[in-house]
C-alpha cells in the first residue's frame, strides 16, 4: 500500500480504518514496525496502519498529525514513552490515559482505550489517569513534582497533546499508548541534550566530550539504557498483542 493511496479512504459509507500511530524517536518506531524508517514522512506498516516518525516535541508532532490526517487517517496515537509523576510508576509501566492534560483537557476515546486494554497480557502492568503535556525536558524530580501537583497526572511526555488537539479539531479518535521510560526520581540530565538529535539517536562525538568533561557519567547512560530496554518491551508487547493498528475494526469513528 503506498501513501497515497490513503488518500481514499475517506471515500464511501463503508470506509477502511486506517490507525495514524505518531512516534517522536526511533527507538519506539521500531517497535511497531522492524523495517527501516524513514523520518518526518508517512509510511505505511500494514492495511490499517501507518506510522510518522516525527522527532521530539510538539511541533514536530503536531505537523505529523496534521500530515497524517490530511492523508485520510481516521484515528490518532500517540504511541512511545513517557516520564513518571508518580512514584508508584516504574519503567516499563504501561500508561493508558484517560485524557491529556494541555493548556486544555483533550479528550481520550475511551471505548478504544478499554477494549485495546483488555488485549493486553495479564502481567502487563497498566494505569490510567491524566497524561500531562510539558513543553520542554523535564530534567529533575522537583520540576516533575511541580508538574504533578498542578496538572493530577500520573505521567509525562511532549507529543501528545499536540497529537490530541489535531484529532479533537479533525473530530476523529485519539488514544496514547506510553511507557515509563524514567521513574519519578530519575530524569536524563539537561547537559545530555544537546547531545540528542530529534529522533532520539545520539551524537557520539557530543557525547564523548561530555563523558570526558564528566558533565554526563556512565552511570546515567546506563540507567537511561536500562529504562529504554523497559519500555520498548512493553510497547512490543502492545503491538504483538493487538497489531499495529491497535484493533482497528473495532475504532469508533467518533471521538
Known amino acids: 500500500m503506498g501513501a497515497g493511496a490513503l488518500s481514499c479512504v475517506d471515500s464511501g459509507i463503508n470506509r477502511v480504518n486506517i490507525i495514524g500511530l505518531v512516534t517522536a524517536l526511533r527507538a519506539e518506531a521500531n517497535c511497531v514496525s522492524p523495517a527501516r524508517i524513514p523520518f518526518n514522512v508517512i509510511m505505511p506498516v ?57 493548556d486544555t483537557q483533550l479528550p481520550v476515546n475511551i471505548a478504544w482505550r478499554d477494549r485495546l486494554q483488555k488485549l493486553l497480557p495479564a502481567d502487563v502492568t497498566v494505569v490510567n489517569g491524566i497524561l500531562a503535556d510539558s513543553a520542554v525536558p523535564l530534567t529533575g524530580e522537583k520540576a ?84 529504554m530496554r523497559a519500555a520498548r518491551k512493553t510497547l512490543s508487547r502492545v503491538i504483538q498483542s493487538a497489531g499495529a493498528g491497535l484493533d482497528s475494526q473495532a475504532v469508533d469513528r467518533t471521538v
Open 144 to 227: 516533575k513534582l511541580n508538574l504533578a501537583q498542578a496538572t493530577n497526572a500520573c505521567a509525562v511526555d511532549m507529543e501528545s497533546g499536540a497529537i490530541a488537539a489535531v484529532a479533537a479539531t479533525a473530530g476523529i479518535p485519539f488514544i496514547a499508548v506510553r511507557a515509563i521510560i524514567d521513574p519519578i526520581q530519575f530524569s536524563p540530565p539537561e547537559t545530555l541534550l544537546g547531545a540528542v538529535y530529534p529522533d532520539g539517536g545520539v551524537n557520539s562525538m557530543r557525547l564523548i566530550a561530555l563523558l570526558l568533561k564528566r558533565s554526563v557519567h556512565v552511570s546515567t547512560l546506563l540507567h537511561m539504557g536500562a529504562g
Open 46 to 102: 500494514d492495511d490499517h496502519a501507518v506510522l510518522w516518525l516525527s522527532g521530539m516535541g510538539a511541533q514536530a508532532a503536531r505537523t505529523a498529525a496534521e500530515g497524517l490526517h490530511q492523508h485520510g487517517v481516521t484515528a490518532l496515537v500517540s504511541f512511545g514513552v513517557a516520564g513518571a509523576l508518580s512514584p508508584n510508576l516504574k519503567p516499563g509501566d504501561l500508561v493508558l490515559p484517560d485524557a491529556i492534560h494541555a
